[in-house]
């Protein structure tokens, strides 16, 4: 499973990349505060979501959760792979990183 670093991911935001940022945490963990456009992604709805979420299977895809001993980015990546998703990589540091480095989050 390939991961991405913070100031890899920042690129990607400020960036003119497409790109689909995915946070795997609950509704309310998501509407508290997330990365900058990112979407809700459950893990345990993965596979239902996938084709709606993301627009293809070469997109660049980047999944995270909460911290680094968070395991849902890891479970929704290795589903998105399964399903044949082939950029797909995991932000393991999560909103505890991403905060701690003064980034901003985005509210509902």
């Known amino acids: 499973m390939k991961k991405i670093s913070r100031d ?4 990607l935001i400020d960036g003119s990349q497409e790109l689909v940022l995915l946070e795997a945490l609950s509704e309310s963990n998501f509407a508290a505060g997330h990365l900058p456009g990112a979407r809700h992604f459950p893990p345990e709805q993965a596979e239902s979501r996938a084709k709606t979420t993301i627009p293809g299977q070469t997109s660049t895809v980047v999944v995270y959760c909460a911290s ?4 849902n980015s890891e479970q929704a990546a290795e589903t998105l792979e399964r399903l044949g998703y082939g950029d797909v990589r995991v932000y393991p540091g999560g909103k505890k990183d ?5 980034l901003p989050l985005e509210r509902k």
């Open 8 to 11: 890899e991911l920042k690129r």
């Open 68 to 71: 680094d001993t968070c395991k």
């Open 98 to 102: 991403w905060e701690a480095a003064g």
